[in-house]
C-alpha cells in the first residue's frame, strides 16, 4: 500500500480549512439578519458639513451609531444625540456591521479604510460592508472592493449630490456602484439619507457622480453669467432669477444658491476646494477615456482661481466672485 506524503496530507488540510472559512463567510452572509435599528450596528467616519447631517438621520431612525472625525469636536453633536465617539476609524469598524465614511479626497479614503493598523477594513468582521460617500477615483472604489472580497466582506461606493440642502432634508440622491444585492440590502440605511440610485458594479457610483459633476460645472458658469448679465442690463437680478427659476433655465442649482448669492452668503455646503478636487478626477478620466470637455476645463479654471485667490473654503456659489473681478462689477448684495 503506498504511503501517503505528509505534505500532501497538509496541503488536504489547509484546503479543507479554507473551503470550510469560504462556506462559513458565505452561510453567515446568507443567514444575516435583515438590516434594522435592531440588530444592525453602524459605524461613521467623517463628520462634516455633509456626514453630520447623514449621520444624525441615522441616530434619529434608531440605529447605534459609532463615529470618528479627525477633529472630534465636529463630532460632538452626534454623540449629544447618543452616537459614541471611537478613537480611530479600526475602532469604528471593530463595533460595527456596516461602516460609511465621507472624507474629503482619495487620500483620506485610503487612510481612513485601507490603512493596515488603524483603517477601518482591518478590523471589519466577515460580512461587513464599507460604504464609502465621498467622491473619490473610481480605480479606488474598485480597489476597496477587490481588498474587502479578499477578507469576506463587501464594498459599496455611494457618492451623494444635493449639497448641505439635501444632506440636512434626506433628499439626497446616492449613486450607487457595488454589488446589486448588498446595495439593495442596504436599503433601509440608504432611505433615511435620501434615494439610492444603483448604478452598477464597483466604481460606476463614482463614475456617476463625477458626471454630475461635470453638468453642474457648468450649469454654475451659466448661472452666474446670466446674473452678471442682468445686472449690466440695468434688470432687477432677483426679479430675474424669479422670472426664470419656471422656465427652461430653471435648476437645482438656481434653488440652492441663487439666492445665497444675492444674500453675499458664500457659506460652504460643498466647499470649491472639494469641486476642484472632483473636477481634477474628471479631467483625469477625460483624458483616461480620450475625450474631451471644453465646458468641464473651462469650469475647473475658474473654479481653480476661486483657491488662488485663498477662497476655496467659501461654497462653490463664490463662483459670481471670478465673473465679478473679470468684468470689474459687483452685484449689490440683497436681502430677498
Known amino acids: 500500500m503506498p504511503l501517503t506524503s505528509p505534505l500532501l496530507n497538509l496541503r488536504s488540510l489547509h484546503c479543507r480549512i479554507r473551503h470550510c472559512h469560504s462556506s462559513t463567510v458565505r452561510h453567515f452572509m446568507a443567514a444575516a439578519e435583515p438590516i434594522s435599528p435592531s440588530s444592525t450596528r453602524v459605524g461613521w467616519i467623517g463628520t462634516g458639513v455633509m456626514g453630520q447631517s447623514m449621520c444624525a438621520h441615522l441616530i434619529r431612525a434608531g440605529y447605534t451609531l459609532t463615529v470618528f472625525n479627525r477633529t472630534a469636536s465636529k463630532a460632538q453633536p452626534l454623540v449629544d444625540l447618543g452616537a459614541h465617539f471611537a478613537a480611530s476609524p479600526n475602532a469604528v469598524a471593530a463595533r460595527s456591521d456596516v461602516v460609511f465614511s465621507i472624507v474629503g479626497y482619495p487620500s483620506d479614503v485610503r487612510s481612513v479604510l485601507l490603512h493596515p493598523t488603524s483603517g477601518a477594513l482591518a478590523s471589519l468582521r466577515p460580512g461587513g460592508v464599507l ?15 477587490e481588498a474587502a472580497a479578499a477578507k469576506g466582506c463587501h464594498s459599496v461606493d455611494a457618492p451623494v449630490s444635493g449639497g448641505d440642502r439635501g444632506a440636512k432634508n434626506g433628499t439626497l440622491a446616492i449613486f450607487a456602484g457595488g454589488e446589486e444585492s448588498t446595495v439593495k440590502n442596504l436599503e433601509p440605511l440608504f432611505s433615511v439619507m435620501g434615494k439610492v440610485n444603483y448604478m452598477g458594479g464597483s466604481g460606476k457610483g463614482q463614475f456617476a457622480k463625477l458626471a454630475n459633476q461635470v453638468t453642474i460645472a457648468s450649469t454654475m458658469v451659466g448661472l452666474v453669467e446670466g446674473m452678471v448679465y442682468a445686472h449690466k442690463a440695468g434688470l432687477d437680478v432677483g426679479l430675474y432669477l424669479e422670472a426664470i427659476s419656471t422656465g427652461a433655465a430653471g435648476s437645482k442649482s438656481l434653488d440652492l444658491y441663487g439666492k445665497r448669492i444675492l444674500k453675499r452668503d458664500f457659506e460652504a455646503g460643498f466647499f470649491v476646494n472639494h469641486f476642484v478636487k472632483d473636477l481634477g478626477i474628471c479631467l483625469k478620466e477625460c483624458q483616461n477615456m480620450g475625450i474631451a470637455l471644453p465646458g468641464l476645463a473651462l469650469a475647473q479654471q475658474l473654479y481653480l482661481s476661486l483657491k488662488a485667490h485663498g477662497e476655496g473654503y467659501l461654497g462653490t456659489q463664490a463662483l ?14 440683497s436681502d430677498a
Do not use: G
Request: hydrophobic share 45%; glycine share 0%; aromatic share 0%.
Open 320 to 333: 459670481i466672485l471670478v465673473l465679478e473681478r473679470l468684468n470689474n462689477v459687483s452685484l449689490p448684495p
Open 131 to 145: 460604504v464609502d460617500m465621498t467622491t473619490s477615483e473610481p480605480s479606488l472604489a474598485t480597489e476597496i472592493a
